[in-house]
């Protein structure tokens, strides 16, 4: 091999006489190339039998896993069940006893008895004291009282020990339960009987028990166990009637689903105790693709690992490969040669062997790398002066945010001036016209009017200054809302004699931002008109946190006059003012007056989301 400098040499010379990268990768070009090649096919084949293998074997350890979990948990919730049901027959049995034992009572005693079991157990819908022939005596909230249940199931099975029915359907021609409150649809009976001290059957106690215990339990047993909610539970009756399942499914005959599909669990109830339970059958099922998804994961994890070693000992082959058949040494001089900060000017390597096509690459790419530096100093230059650019914008836009601050800021001044100067002023020039009128027709009264309107001018100076003590010491800011509204009530309430009902809740007492501040000038607008123009007696200011809506409710009622909302009032600007404070935080105002009718004011403020 030798070296030749030639002062006319182009790049594009040198990359004509550089190979493809197929001539590259081709084995029948290179021992090298195709010793990597082998490695590499050995080691996808490898890695492809491997993940198989690990697949098939998870997947069975996987679903049988899953058969006995999913089995465990149809067992655990038909337990459940069980439990519940014989603690709610043991309650049963339990009043039973006690009014057995119980001396002569009248039937109000007996209704209060069994308004309290309904309180402490609301699960029963509803309760009743049924004597032996089977008029009802007692029920809670009086349905039934004084008719007949003796041809209903639950009263003769009752009589003789305690009974609990199946799931049922109100209403039911043959055997319902009357429903108490709230419509129940789907229920079990419970009866058990009364026995005295001396042995004697005096009736029975009968109990309708909604079915929404059960549905709780089931979701809060789903939610404990599959959080991901794909996990799909079933309670079915001995009929194969499906009692509480997914939305859509209730009501519907059962079939076992498709096992290919699906992994399903099942367990039948046992019952507990004397108790034989109404035989329902638990079954608990998830989709497979669901289920095995973990495997899918595995199995490329596996893949992806043998798979790069096997690249990796391609590489390894490769490189192994060239260095036995090329002397390390000639390539690093090779290198140093062509390296740019101390390469001769038209260096060209002559020959074909892998060394010279080496060459002819490292010289390509130098030149590239050069034309790609040039082309990246270019764009800097282009990028620094967008930069310029952007920062001028952006400091036009602060100059205008700045100019936006001001403008709120005069607006709130004129919203306090307002609520202040202008409400004081607007009396005293009330006072004036007496005054002249006075003046002419009664000017004994002129000391008395001159009194009045001393003291509307003092009013005026005093609310003056609380504008301007309000400005210095934010009360909201500093003590919260609620602080703020209560003693804003406590001062209207002390200064004009007209009653305030204030309540608040927890969750709003501590709201301190600029939205509340804007929120509590809003209230002493509304309580400054009212004072002014309803003439009312009682006011009733409320803070309630919507949770369904997550947001601040306001309302202020009153009992006075009242106006109509849809007539214009020239020449004030409380109501305009209201609004433009309420659009200004992205609070709703809702007016309700009529004339005679008082007035209510809610203010609905969204509050941010803490879920």
């Not at 459940?80 to 057995?100: H, N, W």
């Not at 809670?140 to 209903?152: D, H, N, P």
């Not at 079915?211 to 991901?228: E, I, Q, T, V, Y």
């Not at 836009?397 to 609520?419: G, K």
Request: net charge neutral.
């Amino acid at each position: 091999m030798t070296f030749v400098t030639t002062k006319n040499s182009t790049s594009a010379g040198l990359a004509a006489a550089s190979p493809s990268w197929a001539e590259r990768l081709d084995p029948r070009n290179s021992i090298g190339a195709a010793t990597g090649w082998l490695i590499a096919a050995v080691s996808l084949g490898l890695a492809l039998a491997a993940s198989a293998w690990v697949s098939t074997v998870a997947s069975d350890t996987l679903v049988a896993l899953k058969y006995k979990q999913l089995n465990q948990y149809a067992e655990r919730l038909s337990s459940q069940l069980d439990i519940t049901l014989y603690g709610y027959l043991q309650s049963v049995r339990a009043t039973a006893a006690i009014l057995g034992a119980m001396p002569a009572h009248s039937d109000s005693t007996l209704r209060q008895y069994l308004d309290e079991l309904q309180r402490t157990l609301p699960q029963f819908a509803w309760a009743g004291y049924v004597d032996a022939s089977g008029r009802v005596i007692a029920a809670t909230g009086g349905t039934l009282e004084g008719q007949s249940v003796a041809e209903r199931t639950w009263f003769p099975q009752g009589l003789k020990a305690p009974f609990m029915s199946d799931l049922r359907k109100a209403p039911m021609q043959q055997d319902p339960l009357p429903a108490a409150g709230p419509i129940v649809t789907r229920y079990i009976a419970l009866a058990a009987p009364i026995v005295d001290p001396a042995g004697a059957t005096l009736g029975v106690v009968g109990v309708q028990m909604s079915w929404n215990w059960a549905d709780s339990l089931k979701h809060k047993l789903d939610h404990a166990s599959h959080p991901s909610g794909l996990v799909e539970t079933f309670i079915v009756d001995r009929s194969g009637v499906i009692l509480l399942g997914p939305s859509g499914t209730i009501g519907n005959t059962w079939t076992r689903a498709d096992h290919r599909d699906y992994i399903e669990g099942a367990y039948a109830a046992q019952g507990l105790g004397s108790l034989t339970g109404p035989g329902w059958t638990v079954y608990v099922r998830e989709p497979k693709a669901q289920a095995l998804i973990g495997v899918a994961r595995l199995r490329f994890e596996i893949f992806a690992i043998l798979f790069c070693l096997g690249l990796l000992a391609a590489v390894v082959g490769a490189w192994g490969a060239r260095r036995l058949l090329r002397r390390i040494g000639l390539l690093a001089e090779l290198a140093e040669n062509v390296h740019p900060r101390h390469a001769a000017p038209g260096l060209r390597l002559t020959g074909k062997d892998e060394a010279a096509r080496i060459g002819h690459t490292l010289a390509a790419l130098v030149a590239e790398l050069q034309k790609d530096k040039a082309e990246l100093q270019a764009l800097n230059v282009e990028l620094d002066a967008r930069v310029a650019a952007r920062t001028r914008d952006v400091e036009r836009l602060s100059e205008e945010n700045q100019y936006a601050a001001v403008v709120r800021e005069r607006l709130r001044i004129a919203r306090e001036l307002h609520d202040t100067l202008a409400h004081s002023m607007m009396a005293m020039l009330t006072q004036l016209r007496v005054l002249r009128k006075f003046a002419d027709t009664n000017p004994a009264l002129l000391k008395e009017e001159l009194a009045r309107a001393e003291d509307a001018a003092q009013m005026g100076l005093n609310e003056a200054r609380a504008a301007i003590a309000q400005m210095r010491y934010n009360l909201v800011r500093d003590s919260g809302l609620d602080s703020a509204v209560s003693a804003l009530a406590k001062r209207f309430e002390q200064r004009t004699g007209i009653a305030v009902a204030y309540s608040s809740d927890p969750q709003v007492a501590k709201l301190a931002d600029s939205r509340a501040e804007t929120m509590f000038r809003m209230i002493e607008e509304l309580l400054h008109n009212v004072e002014r123009h309803a003439g009312a007696r009682e006011i009733a200011i409320a803070l309630r946190h919507d949770s369904e809506a997550e947001a601040l409710v306001v309302s202020v009622c009153d009992d006075g006059i009242g106006f109509d909302p849809a007539m214009p009032s020239a020449g004030h600007y409380g109501l305009r003012g209201l609004r433009e404070q309420s659009a200004l935080i992205g609070a709703a105002l809702l007016i309700d007056s009529a004339p005679q009718q008082g007035v209510s004011a809610t203010i609905t403020l969204p509050l941010p989301s803490h879920r």
